[in-house]
């Protein structure tokens, strides 16, 4: 390869997004409606740096709302096991980022999940995925907090389950009250967490008062 060759190659720009199947619907449908939001705010759909805005966002939500097409079972994946231990299982700051159904604003923030095995414990990692399963739809925290601690405890049929999500939304920062410092706490306590004020005394210590972003 001659040094200009070279040169050209070093310099060549970066892969952009790839392309998607012009055939499906869905993100036909997507990326018009961009391009619609783009007119009603007065820009111009067609200058240069708008003209793969529709297709990046469309994309982007293809993503962020991918939790629809997964189920508790694909996503746990078989990955429940027979096990005698009968103390609390908690995991804290599981972080998460989901979008807000009232202005497909997002909420970002930390969960905290503990629960009491009942003969059966299940693969840590699949905790997190449980989240992000749940996350990556429109939500409300309240139900998004009620979502993953049933979902457990369906699947589970644990002693207790006990979920907290600390977060902020963007939809009351960024516009409205537009208080930045506000910060949303929504619980979900099942079986023991529910009925022994001991028990989820101590959970609520596990997960200790660190930051909600640290």
Do not use: W
């Not at 980022?97 to 009232?102: A, D, I, R, V």
């Not at 989820?200 to 596990?206: A, G, H, V």
């Amino acid at each position: 390869m001659t040094p200009k060759a070279k040169e050209a190659k070093l310099i060549s720009p970066p892969p952009t997004i790839a392309e998607t199947d012009d055939s499906d619907p869905a993100m036909e449908s997507m990326q018009e409606a961009v391009k619609t939001i783009l007119l009603g705010i007065g820009e111009d759909p067609d200058r240069e740096g708008l003209l793969r805005t529709p297709l990046r966002v469309a994309k982007s939500y293809q993503f962020l709302t991918s939790g629809y097409n997964q189920s508790v079972e694909e996503t746990l994946n078989g990955a429940i096991f027979t096990e005698e231990y009968d103390e609390i299982v908690s995991i804290k700051n599981i972080k998460l980022f989901s979008l807000c159904e009232h202005h497909m604003l997002p909420f970002y923030g930390i969960a905290n999940i503990g629960y009491i095995p009942n003969g059966k414990v299940v693969g840590l990692s699949k905790i997190p995925r449980i989240v992000d399963m749940f996350a990556r739809r429109l939500q409300v925290q309240e139900r998004l907090t009620t979502d993953i601690a049933y979902c457990l405890n369906d699947a589970l049929a644990p002693r207790g389950v006990a979920v907290v999500i600390k977060a902020y939304h963007m939809c009351m920062m960024m516009r409205g009250v537009e208080k930045q410092d506000s910060v949303t706490v929504t619980s979900c306590m099942l079986g023991d967490f529910r009925t022994s004020t001991r028990t989820r005394s101590e959970f609520l210590t596990l997960c200790g008062s660190n930051s909600l972003l640290h």
